[in-house]
């Protein structure tokens, strides 16, 4: 089958099968270019501008590396499970995975989320908009595909049911109709692009690979190896699998450590908090006064926070929705152009301090939140003397708590997808076997703690009261340990050192070096 070479600033020369390429030449996968990666994270990394379009392209190409090994490696029980259609779905599914994402990618469903608890908050219910989930707008827009290039399926020779398999694939967790869903040894076709059984899967290698090398952070696992030594095997429940080797299990293990410090490090960094709170108050006030059009009938337009209630209309929606409030005439456009200037000259606070809270407390991470900041103004309330010589005035300083949650990306009661990789063994008559049944080898072999839940400390006020401000959070989350809170070590800027809430070390290096004796 002919194809068509990318260059891809991670893999280098790709080459996708030209049925692909008919899907990239549609403008609902060219919006993809408009849709940034990472959100608003490109304020706190330089780097972090690459979009939506050159994820999906990679990702289609790992999918495609991924099927051709399995193929390679098929023993005599699988090679029959392997045929050129099922790999076209398979990398349809991959390249398409993506499609509904919003401006600023997952930043929109957590603005559109927000949105709507805090008009719960005021009393305005009815005034809240149609909950947005981007995998469901992606079945949508495969649909508006097919509808407005009518012979796409003729020319790729795909028929319905295969359209119906690629969403699945998309979804593993929508009602499956497809016929390949009826086929219990094609189940390994369901965790190559997104895998429900534990996130191990094409589309997370990519961005991990993709979104640390735009930001300038090493990747800790070895994905030649993974896509090298993958194997699909047939296990007890009778369902193909995915599975690696024993001697990868670190390997694996690295995929999801590394998704966790991206967590960290980028995603939930602590600057893009308070930053992303500034935009989502942007794009609430815009949505009085901006409306987008239909791509279908400029006549019919939707405010941009119900922009998804109409594939058509969700088609216009880009991060470029930002310039267009920059450039508005409109009145209404003041308080979001000002937010903006705030946030273009770094206006947003000062960081204060962090701390760890234990996971249970932060179910409800709004209402903690909540709870953490009335509680700690009135603590506050009591050192009115102490505030006023700090430069804290409670009147006008503006406190801010944001909270943040770290694990391996695993949803359920049990948080570890190591419990749930299928590991096989070099002699090939031993079964394969999950994880899960190992547990002394995964208890031995993966991080006692999975879940880490921490809260960042803004504020704004004159420098001299952040210090004030940080030894105050201190005594009172050290007060009696009611609200769970952990302070970890804080650093405010033009303070001589970094202290530990817990203790001060000094160390003086030429005292040490001089105690030291060389033979």
Same mark, same amino acid.
């Given at each position: 089958?002919?194809?068509?070479?990318?260059?891809?600033?991670?893999?280098?020369?790709?080459?996708?099968?030209?049925?692909?390429?008919?899907?990239?030449?549609?403008?609902?996968?060219?919006?993809?270019?408009?849709?940034?990666?990472?959100?608003?994270?490109?304020?706190?990394?330089?780097?972090?501008?690459?979009?939506?379009?050159?994820? =999906?392209?990679?990702?289609?190409?790992?999918?495609?590396?991924?099927?051709?090994?399995?193929?390679?490696?098929?023993?005599?029980?699988?090679?029959?499970?392997?045929?050129?259609?099922?790999?076209?779905?398979?990398?349809?599914?991959?390249?398409?995975?993506?499609?509904?994402?919003?401006?600023?990618?997952?930043?929109?469903?957590?603005?559109?989320?927000?949105?709507?608890?805090?008009?719960?908050?005021?009393?305005?219910?009815?005034?809240?908009?149609?909950?947005?989930?981007?995998?469901?707008?992606?079945?949508?827009?495969?649909?508006?595909?097919?509808?407005?290039?009518?012979?796409?399926?003729?020319?790729?020779?795909?028929?319905?049911?295969?359209?119906?398999?690629?969403?699945?694939?998309?979804?593993?967790?929508?009602?499956?109709?497809?016929?390949?869903?009826?086929?219990?040894?094609?189940?390994?076709?369901?965790?190559?692009?997104?895998?429900?059984?534990?996130?191990?899967?094409?589309?997370?290698?990519?961005?991990?690979?993709?979104?640390?090398?735009?930001?300038?952070?090493?990747?800790?696992?070895?994905?030649?190896?993974?896509?090298?030594?993958?194997?699909?095997?047939?296990?007890?429940?009778?369902?193909?699998?995915?599975?690696?080797?024993?001697?990868?299990?670190?390997?694996?293990?690295?995929?999801?450590?590394?998704?966790?410090?991206?967590?960290?490090?980028?995603?939930?960094?602590?600057?893009?908090?308070?930053?992303?709170?500034?935009?989502?108050?942007?794009?609430?006030?815009?949505?009085?006064?901006?409306?987008?059009?239909?791509?279908?009938?400029?006549?019919?337009?939707?405010?941009?926070?119900?922009?998804?209630?109409?594939?058509?209309?969700?088609?216009?929606?880009?991060?470029?929705?930002?310039?267009?409030?920059?450039?508005?005439?409109?009145?209404?456009?003041?308080?979001?152009?000002?937010?903006?200037?705030?946030?273009?000259?770094?206006?947003?606070?000062?960081?204060?301090?962090?701390?760890?809270?234990?996971?249970?407390?932060?179910?409800?991470?709004?209402?903690?939140?909540?709870?953490?900041?009335?509680?700690?103004?009135?603590?506050?309330?009591?050192?009115?003397?102490?505030?006023?010589?700090?430069?804290?005035?409670?009147?006008?300083?503006?406190?801010?708590?944001?909270?943040?949650?770290?694990?391996?990306?695993?949803?359920?009661?049990?948080?570890?997808?190591?419990?749930?990789?299928?590991?096989?063994?070099?002699?090939?008559?031993?079964?394969?076997?999950?994880? =899960?049944?190992?547990?002394?080898?995964?208890?031995?072999?993966?991080?006692?703690?999975?879940?880490?839940?921490?809260?960042?400390?803004?504020?704004?006020?004159?420098?001299?009261?952040?210090?004030?401000?940080?030894?105050?959070?201190?005594?009172?989350?050290?007060?009696?340990?009611?609200?769970?809170?952990?302070?970890?070590?804080?650093?405010?800027?033009?303070?001589?050192?970094?202290?530990?809430?817990?203790?001060?070390?000094?160390?003086?290096?030429?005292?040490?070096?001089?105690?030291?004796?060389?033979?």
């Amino acid at each position: 089958m002919p194809s068509k070479t990318f260059n891809d600033p991670i893999y280098g020369a790709i080459d996708l099968d030209v049925r692909l390429v008919k899907f990239i030449d549609t403008a609902p996968f060219q919006r993809l270019h408009y849709l940034r990666q990472l959100g608003v994270a490109f304020s706190v990394y330089p780097g972090a501008s690459h979009s939506r379009f050159e994820h =999906s392209i990679g990702t289609a190409h790992l999918a495609g590396e991924l099927l051709k090994r399995f193929k390679e490696c098929a023993t005599i029980l699988t090679e029959s499970l392997f045929n050129e259609k099922d790999a076209l779905c398979v990398k349809l599914a991959a390249l398409l995975h993506d499609l509904g994402h919003g401006p600023f990618s997952h930043f929109w469903e957590t603005l559109i989320n927000t949105h709507n608890e805090l008009l719960a908050e005021d009393g305005k219910e009815c005034e809240r908009v149609e909950e947005f989930k981007h995998e469901q707008m992606t079945l949508k827009l495969i649909d508006v595909i097919i509808e407005d290039y009518p012979n796409i399926l003729e020319e790729t020779e795909l028929t319905d049911d295969d359209i119906q398999f690629i969403k699945e694939l998309i979804v593993p967790g929508m009602k499956r109709s497809s016929i390949r869903s009826k086929q219990p040894l094609k189940n390994f076709y369901y965790e190559i692009v997104s895998n429900r059984l534990n996130g191990n899967d094409v589309d997370k290698w990519d961005y991990i690979r993709r979104d640390s090398y735009h930001v300038g952070i090493n990747t800790s696992f070895e994905i030649k190896r993974l896509l090298k030594l993958s194997r699909v095997r047939i296990c007890k429940d009778s369902l193909t699998h995915i599975a690696w080797p024993e001697r990868e299990f670190d390997n694996v293990l690295q995929v999801f450590e590394q998704r966790k410090r991206l967590h960290k490090k980028v995603y939930q960094h602590r600057v893009i908090k308070p930053i992303e709170r500034l935009y989502l108050n942007v794009f609430r006030s815009a949505n009085e006064f901006l409306r987008v059009p239909s791509c279908k009938d400029v006549q019919k337009t939707l405010p941009i926070l119900e922009a998804h209630k109409d594939p058509q209309v969700f088609l216009n929606m880009t991060d470029s929705v930002l310039h267009c409030i920059k450039m508005s005439f409109d009145e209404r456009a003041a308080e979001s152009k000002l937010i903006l200037s705030q946030i273009q000259n770094r206006r947003f606070g000062s960081f204060v301090c962090e701390a760890n809270v234990d996971n249970e407390l932060c179910l409800n991470a709004s209402e903690y939140l909540r709870q953490i900041q009335a509680e700690f103004i009135a603590y506050l309330d009591q050192f009115e003397v102490d505030n006023k010589e700090n430069g804290v005035d409670l009147r006008s300083v503006d406190v801010q708590f944001f909270q943040t949650s770290l694990d391996f990306g695993m949803k359920g009661p049990d948080k570890n997808p190591m419990n749930h990789v299928y590991l096989y063994s070099k002699d090939a008559e031993d079964p394969v076997i999950i994880s =899960s049944e190992l547990d002394d080898f995964v208890r031995r072999n993966t991080p006692k703690k999975i879940m880490e839940s921490n809260i960042y400390f803004f504020a704004k006020c004159e420098k001299r009261g952040l210090k004030y401000l940080r030894d105050k959070f201190v005594q009172f989350c050290n007060r009696d340990g009611r609200l769970g809170i952990t302070p970890l070590y804080v650093f405010v800027k033009n303070d001589s050192k970094k202290m530990s809430c817990r203790r001060s070390i000094s160390f003086n290096f030429s005292e040490e070096l001089s105690s030291l004796s060389i033979f």
